[in-house]
């Protein structure tokens, strides 16, 4: 059984002693050398705790990956092969999201800054917009994304006076950070890992139909969110980045059907499902030691409701 101690406790405090007050993610050394480090670390622990819930066969698949956090500012993760070996590569683009948008949320539901998470939101909307023109265009993604302490220096943001020092104080936001960033994280890598581990990178080929592909990636979730809540990581937690991703993708349902990729809200609804089940049979007492409380079901149940509307 893993203990209860968050993967990231200790090293999210690495980034908050020694980090890098600057303006914008990518301008920053010391957060880069921190987000690669802590990142590593995560992997190791959980990929370490997951091998422990795994067959034989699917534990020794895991050993086999090769794990790359790549310098791209580039917000993705993807499983491939190259010859026989078996590679995840994450890009510190994607990871600097993720902990930025976890940072906001806390900021504006723990420390009150009011419309602090919905502004950082928005900015890095438009910073990934751009620098996905540029990929598009074969050059490479350079726009400067800002941090949440950036804005918390702009007088007219709804940021503006947060300083990292009272997050430091806050006992309660140092600790739904550490389980947004590890919900977020666990879940992400264990998708990859996932695809691995279920044959799909065996068997991809670029004759695959979009729907096709759709079935793998949600198997893939599926998986995912069962192997982090048996390691005590709920994904529920790593919330700021599932409301990012999908209210910046919509709910298009036409477009979903030429996407190799299912809706997000469609993704965030099974994965809802996927902790309600476990709760009803049982599993997540015997995970967590405790059955969700009326309150939680309640909320989870209001939660896949909206996003059965949003569909």
Partial sequence: ???????????????????????????SSDYRRWLKSSSE?????????????????????????????????????????????????????YLAVLEQLSLAWVVENELGYDGCYSEYSTRLVEAINRNTTAVSKGKSATDRMQTVWGLGQEKK?????????????SLDADDVYARSMEGAMVFMLFHEIAHHVLGHV?????????????????????????????????????????????SVEGN???????????????????????????????????????RLDNSSIEEIARMIEEAEDML
């Fill in 41 to 93: 670390t995560v992997i190791q622990n959980s990929t370490r705790f997951l091998s422990d819930t795994l067959s034989r066969r699917d534990s020794r698949v895991v050993k086999d990956i090769d794990f790359r956090i790549s310098r791209s500012w580039n917000v993705n993760a993807f499983a491939y092969k190259s010859g026989s070996k078996r590679k995840v590569r994450i890009d510190m683009g």
């Fill in 157 to 169: 943001s709804n940021c503006y006076g947060v300083t990292r020092s009272e997050f430091q104080r």
């Fill in 1 to 27: 059984m893993v203990n209860s101690l968050n993967i990231l406790t200790l090293t999210i405090l690495l980034f908050y002693s020694a980090g890098s007050l600057s303006e914008t993610l990518n301008s």
């Fill in 202 to 246: 065996d068997m991809y080929n670029d004759s695959m139909t979009h729907a096709q592909n759709r079935k793998l990636e949600t198997e893939a979730d599926i998986w995912s969110y069962s192997k982090s809540l048996s390691i005590r990581v709920n994904p529920i937690a790593g919330l700021p980045s599932w409301v990012f991703f999908s």
């Fill in 252 to 290: 298009d349902l036409e477009g979903e059907l030429v996407s190799t990729h299912p809706l997000n809200v469609r993704r965030f609804k099974n994965m809802l499902e996927v902790v309600m089940k476990s709760n009803k049979s049982g599993e997540y007492e015997q995970t967590f030691g405790r």
